[in-house]
Structures are given as C-alpha cells and as structure tokens.
C-alpha cells in the first residue's frame, strides 16, 4: 500500500506545531512557542496579523529539515472556526479561506491553519484540507433547544480528539465506529462531552464558553439568576464576566491554579510546585482535594445525561485529553459512571497524528471529501 507524505500544521493560542509524517512515521516535529512579548504587538489586532510569522515558522521548519518540497503529498491545518458543518475531511477552497480570513464566527489562531495550508499547499503542487474542526455539528433537533428560541445550545468540541477516540474505541470494541454508541469525555483546559450515534456527535456541551461542568479554566454551566445579578450589579465589566466564564473560572477561581497536575501533587504530598499559584495558607489540601472532585462530579453527572441521551445503550465510555492521567479524577469518574458501561482511558490527545491520519483518508478516498460552500453546508 502506498505510503502518502503529509504535513501538519497546528496553530495554538501561544504555540505553533509542524510535523512531517511518511505515511504513519514521523521524521520531524517542530514546537515553537511564543512568549507574551512575541504576541504582544498583535493583541489588539485581529489574529490575521499573525499570518506571516506563523507561516514563515512553519517554512523555516521544512528548511531546518531539509524537506524536499516535491515529496508532499498533502498539507492539512488545524480547523477553525467556521460555520457549523459535519465532521470529515475538507479541502481548503476559496469559501472556506474567506470565513477563516474575516474571522466572523470567532477569532482564533486555529483559523490560521487552514490558511497556511492552502498556501503551502499552492507551492508544493498538492491539496489542503482541514479535518472535524472545533464547530463539527451534528446535533440532533431536540438538543439545539435551550428554553431560549433566541439563544440555542451550540455543538462547540473537541472534534478532532472526540473522532480519533471514537474510531480507537470502536477498534477495541471490535466494531465500526458507525456502529457504537459512545460517551466521549475530553478533558484539557475545557471539556467536551460528545453522545456518540452511529458515527455522529448527536449532542455535546458548548465546551468553548457555554454549559457543562466547570474545567480547570472555565465556570462551565453556571446558575443563571446569579449570573444575570452580577451581570447588572455595577461590580463588574463585560470583560471581568468573560474572564470569571472562560480563563479565570472553574478550577482556578477555587484553588488558584488551572494546573491540575500541581493540584495533584499538593493533594497527594503537599509538595508545592513553583509558580504554579497554590498558596498553602490560602488552600488546605482537603479544600483542594474536594474541589477536583467536585469538577469530576460534574464530568459524571454530565456523562449520566449523555446516557440518557443514548437511551442507556452505550457501548463505551472512553475518557481523553490531559486530564485522562489524573489519578484523583479518573478514578472517581470511573467509580461514579463505572455502571453505565465500561470506562476506557485514552490519555492525552495526539493532533498530529490525527490530522496526519485524515489527510491519508482524503488522498486515498477522495470521494469521501467535503466541500465547504458560501454558507457552510458541505456539498457533493
């Protein structure tokens, strides 16, 4: 079987990652991270302007490594924030580079790797293509209704990891992905929640801004009465009610820290790793420790509704992301949902290899490839 050359690139908040891969192998991977003095001439400016030091990054890399431009087969970047479309595999066309450029739908460095793509791919000869992006919608109609017709529930997730997982879990399971039911809990600085039906995400948490449970970083689903009064109470600016909902909320706002590996090693020691915003006098480590489980509460009660969703017929629930390692969360989560179905640990959650793994997808069914239009519904 032919092996396909592809690379990835990755776009983050503070980071940029580029890797090469022949077929599964990959011969190099380059991280850069950028300091808050790199980004800092672009903060009030849209992340567009970034364009150019993020590709010339990702140039410099295949230079670094001596990359023979010839040999690509496919660039695939990291989806952004488009319009909501189905999971799968897009080639980046003109469409799709204009909704990444304008930023309308949310302005964020992701949108960048779309862009990149199509440009490096323009220069080596091959296609781009973007892979279950982060707006991935597949919601069934009775999970759009919030009790507000003008303020509907949003499928916003980890789209990417939730579909490699899934696919990982069918395997194990010795099924199809198509044909599992499964809960899959990805957990990192936010945390999705996906009901898994027949190779769709038919209902998920807003796990950008909106409900579900509280992360290391963000309020999750907040009591609303209480939200409105401190909305209307004088106290506070819009952006003081952003920060508290996503970047100061959740984990942090209890225990000073959104490192849940520093967490763990207070509670289970109480060693204080450096920097990490724990201040012993401030925060007991039963405080800490009751305030991880709490979050972990959350993540089960929010697995139980998926069940419920699933009708009970779950075949797996699969955990992922960071928090997959933590030894107080994963096993309360497994003592609480233990009952529901058995509980598989897929720690971590490898985008590279993800993307790499679309991209071979495409090159090898290109039937199987999406086309985004002006309005963002996937056609042929």
Known sequence: MEEYNVLVINPGSTSDEVSFFKGARELFHKT?????????????????AQYEMRRDMALAALKEHGLDTAEVHAVIGRGGLLRPIPGGVYEVNEAMAEDLKSGERGDHPSNLGGLIARELAGKFGCKAFIADPVVVDELEPLARYS????????SLLHALNQKRIGRHAARQLGKQYWECRLIIMHGGGGISIGAHKDGRIVDVNNALDGDGPFTPQRAGGVPAGGLVKMCFSGKYTQEEIKLKLKGRGGLIAYTGTADCQALEKYILTGEVVPGSGIDPEKLSREKAREAVLAMAYQIAKEIGAMAAVLEGKVDAIALTGGLAYDKIIVPEIKRRVGWIAQVLSYPGGDEMAALRAAAEIALRTPASVKKYDAAGVPVA
């Open 32 to 48: 850069v991270r950028y300091s808050r003095a790199d980004l800092q001439p672009f903060e009030t400016l849209k992340v567009s």
């Open 147 to 154: 009790g507000m017709p003008e303020n509907p529930r949003l």
